[in-house]
């Protein structure tokens, strides 16, 4: 059964500072990998989708990496901002289905 | 705007009640899914359909029917409301292996 686990659960950084988000999963044999942000009360909001023959992608201060022999990926954030305050979520799919991890919950302090 | 439309925003049920919820995508998506949302249990999935016709159940799909008659709507029947089933409701859908895009949730209380 696929586990999606995801360190640590909660983080506060100073503004500024650039920080990097922990996803594992238990079986390698995935076909994409997606990363989401959530704020409070609200929707998901897809960042990051990163296929299962790639390696990394990047969106402006955004980057996810792929390691799917480790089972890992990380989203990399540069420059935090207050407005990256939520909580990210990563998520695997195959065989049709996405299994989500717990997220992380992020809070940049001003 | 194209996307994921689900309604109602917000739903009060009292225990027995059965209700539906909605979910419509117009992008032609393939895969459409439902999941739960609770604090401390992530996200769960309940349902999901590869397409008009086809529906499978998920991790948590007790007391929870669906059907997919068109490609666009993937509804969500509560047969009879539990309080256990108070949570956030949240649709997806998805084009093969593309990524997925998510509604903006349904919160239902049940009382």
């Known amino acids: 059964k696929q586990e999606v686990t995801q360190i640590p659960a909660a983080l506060s950084v100073p503004e500024g500072e650039n920080l990097v988000l922990n996803c594992s999963f238990t079986?390698?044999?995935?076909?994409?990998l997606q990363w989401f942000r959530q704020d409070p009360g609200k929707g998901l909001t897809s960042l990051l989708l990163?296929?299962?023959?790639?390696r990394e992608q990047t969106s402006g201060r955004l980057n996810a990496s792929l390691d799917k022999s480790s089972g890992r990926s990380t989203l990399y954030i540069a420059a935090s901002q207050p407005g990256d305050s939520a909580t990210y979520l990563c998520?695997?799919?195959?065989?049709?289905?996405?299994?989500f991890g717990k997220g992380t919950r992020l809070h940049i302090l001003p | 705007n194209a996307g994921v439309t689900q309604t109602p925003k917000f739903q009060v049920l009292k225990t027995g009640q059965s209700m539906t919820l909605q979910c419509a995508q117009d992008?032609?998506?393939?895969?459409m899914s439902w999941y739960r949302q609770d604090p401390g249990m992530g996200l769960r999935l309940i349902h999901y359909?590869?397409?008009?016709?086809?529906?499978d159940q998920g991790e948590v799909p007790n007391g929870y029917n669906v059907s997919r008659s068109t490609t666009e709507d993937f509804p969500l029947r509560l047969l009879s409301a539990a309080p256990s089933q108070t949570s956030v409701y949240f649709c997806?859908?998805?084009f093969g292996l593309g990524g997925y895009t998510f509604g903006s949730g349904t919160r239902l209380t049940v009382v």
């Open positions: 359909s590869v397409g008009a016709g086809i529906t």
């Open positions: 079986d390698s044999a995935i076909y994409n």
């Open positions: 997806a859908s998805s």
């Open positions: 992008m032609n998506h393939e895969y």
């Open positions: 990163i296929q299962s023959s790639q």
């Open positions: 998520a695997v799919l195959r065989d049709d289905k996405i299994i």
